[in-house]
């Protein structure tokens, strides 16, 4: 896959995509949000806000109907998965043990969003393999995040 070798030294995630994350989580919360980034030679464009189908506070999983018209529109416009995202609305940005028994994709870098202190979110990203726990350098425009 062209993507994976940026996508392990790093994401820069736009201005404009990081303020939809973290809209789309304050408004779920105290439920977890999730979502799919999506982009080309391992630079995110595009980001598509998820129902969270759990319902929980601990635990999200992305809508079925949701992934599949992610995963088409993914064809349709010839992106690339990068990221899976998702909340933590009162814990750290880092993976749970629940998301590390839960990371099935070795090749997406798993975003984690912290909202823990409501008017400092965090954002971190992971590579999660065979429940090995990698941190992914994260920057936000020009600011680094992890």
């Given amino acids: 896959m062209e ?12 201005l404009e995509m990081w303020r939809a994350m973290v809209e789309h ?10 979502g799919i980034v999506a982009g080309k030679n391992g630079s995110p464009t595009r980001f598509y806000p998820a129902r969270n ?8 999983a992305i809508d079925p109907r949701d992934l599949l018209d992610i995963t088409m529109d993914l064809e349709r416009e010839g992106l690339s998965l990068l990221a899976i995202f998702h909340t933590h609305p009162a814990t750290e940005a880092y ?7 839960l990371a099935f994709y070795p090749d997406a870098v798993y975003l984690i969003l ?8 965090v954002l971190r990203g992971f590579r999660i393999v065979n429940g090995r726990i990698t941190e992914v350098p994260v920057t936000v425009g020009d600011q680094r995040t992890a």
């Fill in 25 to 34: 989580g304050r408004r779920w919360a105290p439920l977890e949000a999730c």
């Fill in 114 to 121: 912290s909202l823990a202190d409501p008017g400092r979110p």
């Fill in 53 to 60: 189908a759990e319902q929980s506070q601990v635990r999200y």
């Fill in 95 to 101: 993976p749970s043990l629940t998301d590390v028994q």
């Fill in 3 to 14: 993507d994976r070798p940026t996508r392990w030294m790093g994401l820069e995630i736009p």
